[in-house]
């Protein structure tokens, strides 16, 4: 009899801890983009190598004391795009490379989390660091046979119950069958949307704001509307993932005298844009989302039996390698590394428009050597200066061969720096698409025990909606 009492009296003490920690009121979703194991592994190996040693520099959500691997095969091919990695993550369905918010057939439509969460009373916002009809962000509030249908899926965005959005811009505002038909930015209001061009704008509306979309300026607009600036290549006047994900919980906290907690995926987006052009720029990429991270985890500290924070990707991109067929690894030599591969194709193209047929191969150099610390910090070998070289006097001449990958358009000069600077670093990069490989699933929080083990990518945001109390159509 007594051992029985002492078994019903632990069971007792479970069941209050259970209880003492509560649901989870408030959740943040965040979803790095292409960011495999390695990615994350490489950024925290990369600071520690700045200090001059071997091992890594912990980084806030690789921290977080709940971990998992998750698989992202989509219902079609052995390696997922974004649109069915996303659409797995957001509807916990697997469906179709290409299509969003639908099954494998691309037209029976599926519900998400942000549904789940906005149909049991609370706030949702959607955001990302690329554009909001992207593929991620809009898994979990389209419905397209294609995620190509920018146009539609914006329009889905404005028909939407949700609270709060925020990314670069729409990728096709006007109507591309009817151009003289009312645009998404006034579709959008007409939907009682209002709309933000940078954080101190956000800040001058939200107040009186019954729901918002937060874009980018639209001088940074003009310039490139489908994303907001790499981490490396940010002026201070651009908006950053880190003022998102604040404005977020400030938008969604203000809404909670008529809803119940809130709900909010953030995406890291050009981590995957990055590793798509072997840059090691992912790096930055990573550690800015670490930052926005920062943010949400410091509402945690707050209100620590009622938040959970799960971080996670769709896939990995590149096929990362961290080595050079050798025992060594020197990421310290990223550290030189002052602008994007992409930034510096632009800058070579300024060059060549300002000096035409008189560009020299020392003012090349200069260049190189100031933004990539090459021949100063990085010691080349000879035959690699040569190549760099051969790259310059190619293109000089007419005859370049430059190198396509999913989000950028390398000249030849230009993809020569990155391999080098990969050859230095003892990197290896094996594809500039999607892998299969294992990608990682972190949390922290009320609920976070849920994460564990190896799961499914189509298992997180049910584990999620039970920690929050959510029903599903599961």
Not at 38 to 48: D, F, I, P, R
Request: glycine residues 8%; charged residues 20%; proline residues 3%.
């Amino acid at each position: 009899m007594k051992k029985r009492l002492t078994i019903l009296n632990f069971m007792l003490l479970v069941v209050l801890a259970v209880a003492a920690q509560g649901k989870a009121k408030y959740v943040f979703y965040f979803i790095g983009d292409g960011m495999g194991v390695n990615q994350v592994n490489a950024a925290e190996t990369y600071l520690a190598a700045l200090q001059s040693r071997i091992g890594i520099e912990e980084l806030c959500f690789p921290s977080f004391p709940h971990t998992a691997f998750v698989n992202t095969q989509s219902a079609t091919n052995g390696i997922t795009d974004s649109a069915a990695g996303g659409t797995a993550l957001a509807c916990g369905q697997k469906t179709k490379n290409g299509s969003l918010g639908v099954l494998k057939d691309q037209v029976t439509p599926i519900t998400s989390i942000a549904d789940w969460a906005r149909n049991a009373g609370a706030a949702v916002g959607i955001t990302t660091s690329v554009a909001i009809d992207h593929a991620t962000p809009a898994a979990f509030y389209a419905h397209v046979r294609e995620r190509h249908e920018q146009y539609t899926i914006g329009k889905q965005l404005t028909e939407s119950g949700n609270d709060f959005y925020a990314g670069s811009d729409f990728t096709i505002p006007n109507d591309p069958e009817h151009p003289n038909m009312p645009d998404l930015y006034q579709q959008a209001a007409g939907k009682g949307f209002t709309i933000a061009r940078g954080y101190a704008d956000y800040e001058k509306k939200a107040a009186k704001a019954k729901r918002m979309i937060l874009l980018q300026s639209e001088e940074a607009s003009d310039n490139d509307r489908y994303s907001i600036p790499y981490a490396l290549d940010r002026s201070a006047n651009d908006l950053t993932l880190t003022e998102i994900t604040r404005a977020g919980i400030d938008f969604l906290m203000k809404k909670q005298g008529e809803k119940n907690g809130f709900f909010m995926m953030v995406e890291g987006g050009k981590i995957d844009w990055a590793c798509h052009a072997n840059d090691m720029a992912f790096m930055h990429e990573l550690i800015d989302m670490d930052n926005a991270v920062k943010v949400a985890y410091e509402f945690y500290l707050q209100h620590p039996d009622e938040t959970l924070i799960v971080v996670t990707a769709d896939h990995e991109t590149g096929g990362l390698v961290l080595s050079g067929n050798t025992y060594e690894l020197h990421l310290d030599v990223i550290g030189n590394q002052k602008i994007t591969i992409e930034r510096l194709g632009k800058e070579l193209h300024k060059l060549h428009d300002q000096y035409g047929d008189n560009l020299e191969w020392d003012t090349v150099k200069k260049l190189i050597a100031e933004n990539f610390g090459f021949w100063d910090k990085v010691t080349l070998t000879d035959e690699q200066t040569a190549r760099l070289r051969q790259a310059f006097d190619n293109i000089k001449s007419g005859n370049g061969e430059s190198e396509q990958t999913l989000y950028q358009k390398d000249d030849e000069l230009a993809a020569t720096v990155k391999k080098i600077q990969a050859e230095c670093a003892l990197v290896g990069w094996q594809v500039t698409s999607h892998s299969n490989g294992y990608v990682p699933c972190f949390a922290i929080g009320a609920g976070a025990d849920l994460i564990h083990g190896r799961i499914d990518n189509t298992a997180i945001c049910k584990l999620i909606a039970k920690a929050a109390g959510w029903k599903t159509p599961f």
